[in-house]
Structure formats: C-alpha cells, structure tokens
T-cell receptor
Framework: GAGVSQSPSNKVTEKGKDVELRCDPI?????LYWYRQSLGQGLEFLIY????????KSGLPSDRFSAERTGGSVSTLTIQRTQQEDSAVYLC?????????????FGPGTRLTVL | AQSVAQPEDQVNVAEGNPLTVKCTYS??????LFWYVQYPNRGLQFLLK??????LVKGSYGFEAEFNKSQTSFHLKKPSALVSDSALYFC?????????????FGKGTSLLVTP
C-alpha cells in the first residue's frame, strides 16, 4: 500500500476486556514500531520488530501488553485486561531496514478508549 | 541517555511572518535529529532530518531546520507561515551510538498561524 495502515481507527472497550490492534506496514519495510500517544505523556515507544530478529520489548509498560509480527509484515498489538490508563492513541510506524538515520513512517493510529 | 526538549507548548504567528519552533536535545554521542508534524486525528508525518553534513536541512512544505552542535539545538523554521501550517510539531532524536531502536520524542509544540 501507499502508507502504513492501522485498524480499527477507533476502539471503545470496557475495563477488563482484551483488545487487538492491527498494523499493516509499508511494503518492503522490514522495521516496525509501536508507540503510544497520550495526553501529558507525549509519544512513548512500546516495541520494535526488525526482520526475523527478536523484538525489542523494552517499552512495553506491563505484561498485559504483547505484540507479534507474522511473516515479517502485519503486526498485532494485544492488550489484555484493559485498564482505563490504557486509553490512548496507539501509533504504528515502519521504516526501511533499521539504520539510525532512516525516518519512520507513521500510520493514522488507533484511538483506544477504555470505559 | 537521550532526550529532547521543546520549550514552547504553543507558538502563535501571523500568516506571512517567519516561524520558529524550538528544539534542544541531549545525547551522549552524535545525534540523528528529526521533525514530524501531526494534523488533527492523523498520524505523524515526516518533515525533515539531520544525519550528517550541512547544518541547514531543507524538508517538506518549505520547512527547514538548522543543526547547531554547540547549542545542541535543531530549531524548525519557515520563512513565511501559512494558515495550513497550523498543527502539532514534534522533534525527535536518536543517539548514533545508542543501540536502542526507538526515536525519543519531545512533548510537541502546537503551532497556530492566524490569518
């Protein structure tokens, strides 16, 4: 596709439910990132995938958060037992194979609201 | 450790006037520096980056930024602002010597251009 796509664009869920957020990176981009954007917190790094290497999970805030990337393309971020503080916009980005100077291209985000 | 500071939460400028959005950074080594723009309900859009070479970097939509190593700054500039430039601007840094993969973002500066 022309850009990074994410689905759903909006998700409203009840506290305690599990949610799955999907990201389709730009074709040919081997690096994929998840960030969280919330008021007062700015943009927080969550997790990074590069090809078949083990992901960098250092930004995941708790063990309720997990992510996978199938076939080196589509990625799913899963939040189990959602809490109200999980409400945020979740942004996915992709870039060419990782090199410090490669810019990341962002999707439109998924706005998650936990009631 | 690496960090970015955007000292102004909001910048107001009249259409046609020059604009500056400030960014300072802190890294232990040499930086990769980026500017992104975010329009309402949209993902982040890449504007420009500094990797090496000329200190003045030109990017999309007439924006430019100047890398100043002695002042550890990377201010975003445009000679003549447009109303359509009104958006949220993020500065980001990655330390060249850092093995981490994520970009470290500033808190963002809201730019308002009035007619």
């Amino acid at each position: 596709g022309a850009g990074v796509s994410q689905s759903p664009s909006n998700k409203v869920t009840e506290k305690g439910k599990d949610v799955e957020l999907r990201c389709d990176p730009i074709s040919g981009h081997t690096a994929l990132y998840w960030y969280r954007q919330s008021l007062g917190q700015g943009l927080e790094f969550l997790i990074y995938f590069q090809g078949n290497s083990a992901p960098d999970k250092s930004g995941l805030p708790s063990d309720r958060f997990s992510a996978e990337r199938t076939g080196g393309s589509v990625s799913t971020l899963t939040i189990q037992r959602t809490q109200q503080e999980d409400s945020a916009v979740y942004l996915c980005a992709s870039s060419l194979e990782w090199a410090g100077g490669n810019e990341q291209f962002f999707g439109p985000g998924t706005r998650l609201t936990v009631l | 450790a690496q960090s970015v500071a955007q000292p102004e939460d909001q910048v107001n400028v009249a259409e046609g006037n020059p604009l500056t959005v400030k960014c300072t950074y802190s890294v232990s080594g040499n930086p990769y520096l980026f500017w992104y723009v975010q329009y309402p309900n949209r993902g982040l859009q890449f504007l420009l980056k500094y990797i090496t070479g000329d200190n003045l970097v030109k990017g999309s939509y007439g924006f430019e930024a100047e890398f100043n190593k002695s002042q550890t700054s990377f201010h975003l500039k445009k000679p003549s602002a447009l109303v359509s430039d009104s958006a949220l601007y993020f500065c980001a840094v990655r330390d060249m010597g850092n093995s981490g993969y994520a970009l470290n973002f500033g808190k963002g500066t809201s730019l308002l251009v009035t007619p």
